[in-house]
């Protein structure tokens, strides 16, 4: 019998991608399970994707991409690392989920407390969502405050609480920015503006005493990346810790992304002895499967059920194959060296991006942090959302299509960050360089 062939179908005429995504369309609203895969800021047709390995994916086409986003965070090692398959393949033999405690549960909140300085405990959940959302709860539960800050720009999950645009003014609280959330959901949820001091300190000087917590990106990937301002973060730290209220840093995307320790260990170069009060994780933890995190303080976590008052359950949390693969993710990446190399890679890929833009007049700058990377069209870094917004998207949206053609694969919304993989090769870098020069020049 004639062996099946193992090389990728060739690019066929008509696109699988169009059929696929009409298709989907049909049953699932927007052809999508999450909104941002649908391209709608880009344009276009959303790839369907087949099948992945290493720094690369293949669509429904056939066609191959250098993978940039890396499931949004997730795939630090790359696709189909053989650690990991292997572990998630053996735990899956042992059963998919129990809903009972399991010996792996507690090497993973080993882990990830022996990683993260800050943590005393851990609550493992299966999304960023279910994780931000828990940890407001908990921070509402321990300070028995209401009211709650968060930054323009910076995205926590869809939980009601966080679906919120600022309100007019810091004496006003937050206004709902999807249907389906009431007003009064938000209204304890003031809304401010990513490193401005100033209105963070009247902001406290108004409300301090009803405030349980401050959420923030450290390093603001939901508006592509735009880090926090060491002066700006240590305000934060102060004035939580003046007032009582919980600071509460969302690495669900820098967290095991830009330094094994988070964005909080960057930060902690600068701010000698910083710390968040609470933590939430997801993403690169869960390697890929279904997995986040919260974790604090053990005065702060043992206010959770079932010891404490404040409620917070989950049918799949700690799921076994989940912690296999999150596990296994953790062990490979706690590896001497893997940091320093992951960040040398991605740093080289922003600076041969904006030296072939400047060679060719095109304004642009970039940053990265380990193997989290953004950049602007813009000729300086972004220091808030407002911003961030004043890019000619339909510039972006050209370079996006550019970039796609060429077989290279970049979130599909200006305001999303980027990220590398310890998969991804020199000769990688090159080729995605090399395909951004091609349009810069034309451009
Ligand atoms: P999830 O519920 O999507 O697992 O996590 C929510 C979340 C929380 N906090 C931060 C800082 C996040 O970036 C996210 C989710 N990130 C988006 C990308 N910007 C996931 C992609 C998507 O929504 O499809």
């Known amino acids: 019998m ?92 042992e059963g998919f989920s129990y809903g009972a405690p399991t010996e792996r549960e507690v090497e993973l909140a080993e882990e990830i407390v022996r990683l993260v300085p800050s943590l005393e405990m851990v609550r493992l959940v299966s999304s960023g969502t279910e994780a931000a959302m828990s940890a407001i709860r908990l921070a509402r539960g321990a300070t028995g405050r209401s009211k709650i800050i968060k930054f323009e720009g910076c995205y926590h999950g869809h939980a009601d609480a966080l679906l919120v645009k600022a309100g007019s003014g810091l004496a006003t609280f937050g206004n709902p ?118 974790g604090g303080t053990r005065a702060v976590m043992e206010q959770l059920a079932p010891l404490g008052p ?50 060719a007049g095109v304004p642009f700058c970039g940053d990265s942090e380990g193997g989290m990377f953004g950049f602007f069209l813009l000729g300086q870094l972004p220091q808030n959302y407002a911003t961030v917004m004043t890019t000619d998207s339909p510039a972006f949206n050209r370079f996006f299509h550019a970039m796609l053609d060429s077989g290279v694969y970049y979130a599909p919304a200006l305001y999303e960050a980027g990220f590398v993989s310890s998969a991804h090769t020199a000769a990688d870098i090159d080729a995605t360089v090399d395909a951004a020069a091609k349009f810069f020049s034309a451009a």
């Open 310 to 359: 404040v409620y917070q359950a989950g049918t799949l949390s700690g799921n076994p194959v989940a912690t296999a693969c999150g596990l296994a993710t953790l062990r490979e990446i706690a590896k001497p060296g893997f940091y320093e190399a992951l960040g040398e890679r991605t740093r080289s890929l922003v600076t041969g991006l904006t030296q072939a833009a400047q060679k």
């Open 2 to 93: 004639e062996q099946p062939s193992t090389k990728p179908a060739a690019p066929q005429t008509t696109s699988r991608n169009d059929a696929l995504f009409e298709r989907a369309k049909k049953l699932i609203p927007g052809g999508v399970n999450s909104p941002v895969r649908a391209f709608k800021a880009v344009g276009g047709t959303p790839r369907f994707i087949q099948r992945a390995q290493g720094a690369y994916f293949w669509d429904a086409d056939g066609k191959r991409y250098i993978d940039y986003i890396g499931s949004w965070g997730p795939m630090i090692l790359g696709h189909g690392h053989p650690a990991v398959v292997e572990a998630v393949q053996k735990a899956a033999l």
């Open 177 to 294: 920015t999807s249907a389906g959330v009431p007003p009064e959901v938000v209204q304890h949820t003031l809304v401010l503006e990513y490193n401005h001091i100033a209105q963070l300190e009247e902001a406290f000087a108004l409300h301090g005493k009803d405030i349980a917590c401050l959420m923030i990106e450290p390093i603001a990937g939901n508006m592509n990346f735009v880090r926090a301002s060491v002066p700006f973060m240590k305000r934060c730290r102060e004035l939580c810790t003046q007032h009582g209220a919980l600071l509460v840093f969302d690495e669900v995307m820098t967290g095991f992304r830009v330094a094994l320790g988070g964005a909080q260990s960057v930060y902690a170069r600068s701010i000698p002895g910083f710390k968040p009060d609470m933590t939430v994780m997801g993403k690169v933890i869960g390697g890929g499967m279904p997995l986040a995190a919260f």
